[in-house]
């Protein structure tokens, strides 16, 4: 069984290239729903937040309000950082123990797993697999595709990005690099050429 860590930055693809690998026939484990899932009501996540920043970041139904607590630690770099004190060590146990399950249910050679997680690199996720897979956009793709597809100003956009690792430093990380700033249809022919080499 062979584990990919892929990721890139906002408005970059990546979801494109997860669904292509879906269809393709990969087993794909969603680092943002296990995020979502450990922080449920009752988890021990939800309770070191709500510590953390108070019942404000709580729905009336007590669960996580998430464009709340995104809020309030967007703008802050120090909140931000506590926040993924909080969730990314659970949200690493939580990928590693689903891979050895899957490695115990598949033992095969030429099963394909892939952590979807867009800060794989940023949380220290890459220990946990055997390839990253980058998909990269030059800065003004990302721009203008946050512009039209959430409907930023340019400012909140370029915010977005800065908050991010820079791409030249995600580069460091990747073993292969797929360019989605042309078409979708080269997008995916270079998805189906890394799928076919690995397979």
Same mark, same amino acid.
């Given at each position: 069984?062979?584990?990919?860590?892929?990721?890139?930055?906002?408005?970059?693809?990546?979801s494109t290239?997860s669904r292509?690998?879906?269809?393709?026939?990969?087993?794909i484990l969603?680092?943002?729903?296990?995020a979502?899932?450990?922080?449920?009501?009752?988890k021990?996540?939800?309770?070191?937040?709500?510590?953390?920043?108070?019942e404000?970041v709580?729905?009336?139904?007590?669960?996580?309000?998430?464009?709340r607590?995104?809020?309030? /630690?967007?703008?802050?770099?120090?909140k931000?950082?506590?926040?993924?004190?909080i969730?990314?060590?659970?949200?690493?146990?939580e990928?590693?123990?689903?891979?050895?399950?899957?490695?115990?249910?598949?033992?095969c050679?030429?099963?394909? /797993? /892939?952590?979807?997680?867009?800060?794989l690199?940023?949380?220290?996720? /890459?220990?946990?697999?055997?390839?990253?897979?980058?998909?990269?956009?030059?800065?003004?793709?990302?721009?203008?595709?946050?512009?039209?597809?959430?409907?930023?100003?340019?400012?909140?956009?370029?915010?977005?990005?800065?908050?991010?690792?820079?791409?030249?430093?995600k580069?460091?990380?990747?073993?292969?690099?797929?360019?989605?700033?042309?078409?979708?249809?080269?997008?995916i022919?270079?998805?189906n050429?890394?799928?076919?080499r690995?397979?």
């Open positions: 069984m062979h584990v990919i860590g892929l990721t890139g930055g906002i408005a970059s693809g990546k290239v292509h690998l879906a269809k393709l026939g990969a087993i969603d680092a943002d729903q296990i979502r899932e450990i922080v449920a009501p009752g021990p996540a939800l309770q070191e937040i709500v510590k953390e920043f108070g404000e709580l729905l009336p139904d007590g669960s996580l309000d998430r464009a607590l995104g809020k309030l /630690v967007f703008a802050d770099k120090v931000r950082d506590r926040l993924n004190q969730t990314h060590p659970k949200i690493f146990a990928i590693r123990e689903r891979i050895a399950k899957l490695r115990e249910r598949y033992d050679l030429h099963r394909v /797993v /892939v952590i979807d997680a867009p800060l690199i940023e949380a220290g996720f /890459v220990p946990l697999v055997e390839s990253v897979w980058l998909v990269a956009a030059d800065e003004e793709t990302q721009i203008k595709r946050l512009m039209e597809r959430d409907g930023y100003s340019r400012p909140e956009a370029e915010a977005r990005l800065k908050s991010q690792l820079p791409l030249e430093q580069l460091v990380y990747a073993d292969h690099i797929i360019q989605n700033t042309g078409t979708v249809e080269a997008t022919a270079r998805v050429e890394l799928w076919n690995l397979t």
